[in-house]
């Protein structure tokens, strides 16, 4: 560790003190990738913060059979809101504008990103869009009650406000193609002398093959929400069964794009978990290349299995049977990447602080939601339990378990270095176990709901199934409490926590070699590569 | 490698065909959609298609080519320092694509007063097919001639800026990339002329 | 840093017009072919020729003939990422 060097109070020092601009503006017009990172960042957090307000409603709703708080038709909106929310404002934009943007360039030794104005301009679109989302739920018709994916013919045809919604979608995806293109060209154009592709950081190879995806698949998320707005408006008919259309058209381009989107969602997460392990493991990464290798071959073959979820829709058996076998070869890298993560664990010298916690809940809960996977990606078993709970569940531990629990391992990991001080380490602890027992509680008590065949998106259910209910919303309420007290206990610590200095875990990236917090241009002279990123021993950490 | 301060113009070029890529699977969507839909109703697809004005395709056609070789030579002379030349050659381009919207609208009267449109009742009452075949080409043609429009509006700007010398031989990848665009609104129809005007 | 390398390529103005005249041909042809070769197939004709012409488009007017590997990979890998998107609902519109 480096020796305590001057601590700069809090909001305080390196890219805070950047002149020029005063007040709000310093933020919203800012080309920084930090303060751009930061800016993505609470922005996506107040997202992710009222979805889960709604989702913990849901859970409410679903406490006890019948009307407990709320009607069918708001139901039907609460949970297309919480799904919009989660998905297009929270988890894929997420990781690449917050974490990507505030570390990326840093890991690279870069000054900032290839083309800074345009970063701001995909949040603002960011923004833009999500405005026009917001409006979608107090205007025309009320809030779209379709279900995230707003599959047709329905989607056509309910006189709520879909087109609005599916407009400010179509934005937020143009901000996420330039946030891709964006780092693509960062990455391949602004590494630092001496930073190989072989030296680079697996966060940013994760971020690398994130972006792939965002470039390639989000445009046909843009054509299908603009035919969605095209057959509401113009009457093209091209889904509309009696004029020739094939709703299950809709469901493929829907898909090209969604189900790729979940690797948009957990890649960068997988590149945390990448990171903080051999962090607090104080060991160097075990199979670097096979890690690296397989973010690229997760998006890759994660994009060619978007029919698994068309099984019982009709689609041809030959078609199911190709889905059903590409479905299965996904799951070769994703099982290399845990294999080599615990590899990593194996004999080195762990310390158990919290974002090492959130890691390991990471490896369990990904696991899980992975082999759930399996048996939805089976065609056989995939009828049983298709549009049940279990596939609810199975969702949850993939992306919440998974993704958003390397969010929170993240935001415990690099926000210190960006505030220059750092939050208290026991309730962060209490408030992981909390969140990790009340997410197990939650979500697995949906899986057995859904086997048991409880589906998903009704509003009732048979009396048969309303103690597991009532447990899956008591654990919905420890999650929620773990998950205020690790907020309080991170931004409390972040404002008027202990100082940090430059390296407080150890770690051997870039981002931890220069002052805390960040100055504006990162780098005093540009830095040359010498050793890999997880070379300890070369880093001079012992 | 470099900390990005100067003015990276081949990182700006690399930028512009990852965009130029997105576009490609923007289109890619609709020949999805057009692939799909030809393979199950070919005969109805085939009579809708040789109802189609095969003039008008083939006119326009000829005039997005040329505007694309006119792009081509402002960058070319844009090299050679030839900055009249770059004006003109400009100038050509955004008339060019100007007479492509012109020919499209003069086309797409005539279709809709014959009553070829989404939801029109000439389409409601024919074969299911005859209505997705019009309905993409409405899309697909509708998306590319505000890909013109774009484009036209692009090389406009980059006019302006060649005009006040702001970009100039040593300095023109703004231009290079302006044209890029134009080149994939070329391609693009380069596609949808033989798919929507020739299939017989 | 001066411009890059491979934008220093001066294509001729009399290059880029014989590529134009090619298109020109090409153009002719595809329409000859559809007026009078009916058959199957022919959709496959009108498309390779559309191809031909691409590649035209793409190598000298946009110049990716003298652009590194880099770009030349990549276009490649995008067109194929659109190839197996079609490609791959095809096993379903295909076989339903």
Same mark, same amino acid.
């Given at each position: 560790?480096?020796?305590?060097?001057?601590?700069?109070?809090?909001?305080?020092?390196?890219?805070?003190?950047?002149?020029?601009?005063?007040?709000?503006?310093?933020w919203?017009f800012?080309?920084?990738?930090?303060?751009?990172?930061l800016?993505?960042?609470?922005?996506?957090?107040?997202?992710?913060?009222?979805?889960?307000?709604?989702?913990?409603?849901?859970r409410?709703?679903?406490?006890a059979?019948?009307?407990?708080?709320?009607?069918?038709?708001t139901?039907?909106?609460?949970?297309?809101?919480?799904?919009?929310?989660?998905?297009?404002?929270?988890?894929?934009?997420?990781?690449?504008?917050?974490?990507?943007?505030?570390?990326?360039?840093?890991?690279?030794?870069?000054?900032?990103?290839?083309?800074?104005?345009?970063?701001?301009?995909?949040?603002?679109?960011?923004?833009?869009?999500?405005?026009?989302?917001?409006?979608?739920?107090?205007?025309?018709?009320?809030?779209?009650d379709?279900?995230?994916?707003?599959?047709v013919?329905?989607?056509?045809?309910?006189?709520?406000?879909v087109?609005?919604?599916?407009?400010g979608?179509?934005?937020?995806?143009?901000?996420?193609?330039?946030?891709?293109?964006?780092?693509?060209?960062?990455?391949?154009?602004?590494?630092?002398?001496?930073?190989?592709?072989?030296?680079?950081?697996?966060?940013?190879?994760?971020?690398?093959?994130?972006?792939?995806?965002?470039?390639l698949?989000?445009?046909?998320l843009?054509i299908?929400?603009?035919?969605?707005i095209?057959?509401?408006?113009?009457?093209t008919?091209?889904?509309?069964?009696?004029?020739g259309?094939?709703?299950?058209?809709?469901?493929?381009?829907?898909?090209?794009?969604?189900?790729?989107?979940?690797?948009?969602?957990?890649?960068p997460?997988?590149?945390?978990?990448?990171?903080?392990?051999?962090?607090?493991?104080?060991?160097?990464?075990?199979?670097?290349?096979?890690?690296?290798?397989?973010?690229?071959?997760?998006?890759?073959?994660?994009?060619?299995?978007?029919?698994?979820?068309?099984?019982t829709?009709?689609?041809?058996?030959?078609?199911?049977?190709?889905?059903?076998?590409?479905?299965?070869?996904?799951?070769?890298?994703?099982?290399i990447?845990?294999?080599?993560?615990?590899?990593?664990?194996?004999?080195?010298?762990?310390?158990?602080?919290?974002?090492?916690?959130?890691?390991?809940?990471?490896i369990?809960?990904?696991?899980?939601g992975?082999?759930?996977?399996?048996?939805?990606g089976a065609?056989?078993?995939?009828?049983?339990?298709?549009?049940?709970?279990?596939?609810?569940?199975?969702?949850?531990?993939?992306?919440?378990?998974?993704?958003?629990f390397?969010?929170?391992?993240?935001?415990?990991?690099?926000?210190?270095?960006?505030?220059?001080?750092?939050?208290?380490?026991?309730?962060?602890?209490?408030?992981?176990?909390?969140?990790?027992?009340?997410?197990?509680?939650?979500?697995?008590?949906?899986?057995?709901l859904?086997?048991?065949?409880?589906?998903?998106?009704y509003?009732?259910?048979?009396p048969?199934?309303?103690?597991?209910?009532?447990?899956?919303?008591?654990?919905?309420?420890?999650?929620?409490?773990?998950?205020?007290?690790?907020?309080?206990?991170?931004?409390?610590?972040?404002?008027?926590?202990?100082?940090?200095?430059?390296?407080?875990?150890?770690?051997?990236?870039?981002?931890?070699?220069?002052?805390?917090?960040?100055?504006?241009?990162?780098?005093?002279?540009?830095?040359?590569?010498?050793?890999?990123?997880?070379?300890?021993k070369?880093?001079?950490?012992? | 490698?470099?900390?990005?301060?100067?003015?990276?113009?081949?990182?700006?070029?690399l930028?512009?065909?990852?965009?130029?890529?997105?576009?490609?699977l923007?289109?890619?969507?609709?020949?999805?959609?057009?692939?799909?839909?030809?393979?199950?109703?070919?005969?109805?697809?085939?009579?809708?298609?040789r109802?189609m004005h095969?003039?008008?395709?083939?006119?326009?056609?000829?005039?997005?080519?040329?505007?694309?070789?006119?792009?081509?030579?402002?960058?070319?002379?844009?090299?050679?320092?030839?900055?009249?030349?770059?004006?003109?050659?400009?100038?050509?381009?955004?008339?060019?694509?100007?007479?492509?919207?012109?020919?499209?609208?003069?086309?797409?009267?005539?279709?809709?007063?014959?009553?070829i449109?989404?939801?029109?009742?000439?389409?409601?009452?024919?074969p299911?097919?005859?209505?997705?075949?019009?309905?993409?080409?409405?899309?697909?043609?509708?998306l590319?001639?505000?890909?013109?429009?774009?484009?036209?509006?692009?090389?406009?700007f980059v006019?302006?800026?060649?005009?006040?010398?702001?970009?100039?031989?040593?300095?023109?990848?703004?231009?290079?990339?302006?044209?890029?665009?134009?080149?994939?609104?070329?391609?693009?129809?380069?596609?949808?002329?033989?798919?929507y005007?020739?299939?017989? | 840093?001066?411009?890059?390398?491979?934008?220093?390529? /001066?294509v001729?103005?009399?290059?880029?017009? #014989? !590529?134009?005249?090619?298109?020109?041909? +090409?153009?002719?042809?595809?329409?000859?072919?559809?007026?009078?070769?009916?058959? /199957?197939?022919?959709?496959?004709?009108?498309l #390779? !020729?559309?191809?031909?012409?691409?590649? +035209?488009?793409?190598?000298?007017f946009?110049?990716?003939?003298?652009?590194?590997?880099?770009?030349?990979w990549?276009?490649?890998? #995008?067109l194929?990422?659109?190839a197996?998107?079609?490609g791959?609902?095809?096993?379903d519109?295909?076989?339903?």
């Open positions: 560790m480096n020796s305590a060097e001057k601590v700069h109070p809090p909001g305080n020092g390196g890219f805070w003190n950047d002149t020029g601009k005063t007040g709000i503006t310093a919203i800012s080309t920084d990738h930090k303060r751009i990172g800016l993505y960042f609470y922005s996506v957090l107040t997202f992710f913060l009222i979805a889960v307000v709604l989702g913990v409603l849901l409410i709703e679903l406490m059979p019948g009307r407990t708080i709320m009607g069918p038709q139901y039907n909106a609460v949970f297309t809101v919480h799904g919009v929310l989660m998905v297009f404002l929270f988890i894929i934009p997420g990781f690449q504008g917050s974490f990507g943007n505030l570390v990326m360039p840093i890991q690279i030794g870069a000054r900032d990103v290839a083309f800074p104005r345009l970063n701001l301009f995909s949040w603002w679109l960011y923004m833009a869009g999500a405005a026009v989302i917001i409006t979608s739920l107090f205007t025309g018709g009320g809030p779209p379709t279900g995230w994916t707003f599959y013919p329905f989607s056509e045809r309910t006189g709520t406000n087109s609005l919604a599916v407009f979608v179509f934005i937020v995806g143009f901000s996420s193609i330039i946030t891709g293109l964006n780092f693509v060209t960062t990455i391949h154009r602004l590494r630092a002398e001496g930073m190989t592709w072989g030296k680079l950081p697996l966060f940013v190879w994760s971020l690398y093959a994130t972006a792939w995806v965002q470039i698949a989000t445009p046909i843009g299908t929400l603009a035919l969605i095209a057959e509401r408006f113009l009457g008919g091209l889904f509309d069964p009696a004029r259309g094939d709703p299950l058209m809709y469901q493929h381009l829907f898909w090209i794009y969604s189900h790729p989107a979940v690797y948009i969602m957990i890649l997460g997988m590149g945390v978990i990448s990171e903080i392990i051999p962090a607090f493991a104080r060991k160097p990464i075990f199979g670097y290349k096979m890690i690296a290798f397989s973010s690229i071959a997760i998006a890759a073959a994660g994009s060619l299995v978007w029919g698994h979820h068309m099984f829709s009709g689609m041809s058996d030959t078609a199911i049977l190709v889905f059903s076998f590409l479905t299965f070869v996904v799951a070769i890298p994703s099982a990447k845990v294999f080599n993560w615990v590899s990593t664990l194996y004999r080195g010298s762990i310390s158990l602080e919290a974002p090492m916690l959130f890691a390991l809940a990471f369990l809960l990904f696991s899980i992975g082999l759930t996977g399996l048996i939805l065609a056989a078993t995939d009828i049983h339990v298709h549009d049940t709970q279990f596939v609810v569940g199975h969702f949850h531990y993939v992306i919440f378990g998974g993704a958003v390397a969010f929170f391992g993240a935001m415990h990991y690099w926000l210190p270095k960006f505030y220059g001080r750092r939050y208290a380490e026991k309730p962060a602890v209490v408030a992981w176990v909390l969140m990790f027992v009340g997410f197990n509680i939650t979500y697995f008590t949906m899986m057995v859904g086997m048991k065949g409880m589906p998903r998106r509003y009732d259910y048979l048969e199934f309303a103690p597991l209910n009532l447990v899956s919303t008591i654990g919905s309420w420890i999650l929620v409490s773990g998950l205020i007290l690790m907020l309080v206990n991170l931004f409390r610590g972040l404002f008027k926590g202990e100082p940090i200095d430059r390296n407080p875990w150890g770690a051997a990236t870039l981002e931890w070699t220069i002052p805390t917090p960040p100055p504006t241009e990162n780098f005093e002279e540009e830095p040359v590569v010498t050793h890999g990123p997880y070379d300890f070369k880093a001079g950490i012992t | 490698m470099s900390g990005g301060l100067h003015k990276d113009n081949a990182g700006a070029k930028g512009m065909w990852l965009f130029l890529f997105t576009e490609l923007l289109f890619g969507g609709l020949f999805l959609l057009y692939a799909a839909y030809l393979a199950r109703y070919p005969r109805e697809f085939g009579a809708a298609g109802e095969l003039g008008f395709g083939t006119l326009n056609t000829v005039i997005l080519i040329t505007s694309s070789l006119l792009v081509a030579m402002a960058v070319t002379a844009i090299q050679r320092g030839a900055r009249r030349m770059v004006l003109l050659l400009l100038g050509g381009t955004v008339l060019c694509a100007a007479t492509f919207l012109f020919n499209k609208y003069l086309e797409w009267s005539a279709e809709i007063g014959n009553g449109y989404p939801g029109s009742s000439r389409l409601t009452a024919g299911p097919g005859e209505s997705v075949f019009y309905s993409l080409y409405y899309l697909t043609v509708g590319h001639g505000l890909h013109v429009l774009i484009g036209a509006t692009l090389l406009t006019a302006v800026r060649v005009q006040r010398g702001t970009i100039h031989a040593g300095d023109y990848v703004l231009l290079e990339n302006g044209a890029l665009y134009w080149h994939l609104v070329d391609l693009i129809w380069i596609f949808i002329f033989p798919l005007y020739l299939i017989l | 840093m001066t411009t890059g390398t491979s934008e220093q390529h /001066i001729s103005y009399g290059k880029l017009t #014989a !590529i134009w005249l090619a298109l020109l041909a +090409l153009t002719a042809l595809t329409v000859w072919v559809a007026r009078h070769n009916v058959g /199957i197939g022919h959709v496959w004709g009108s #390779a !020729i559309a191809v031909i012409k691409g590649g +035209l488009v793409i190598a000298f946009m110049h990716m003939k003298y652009e590194g590997r880099l770009l030349r990549l276009l490649f890998f #995008a194929s990422v659109l197996i998107f079609i791959l609902t095809f096993f519109v295909l076989y339903r």
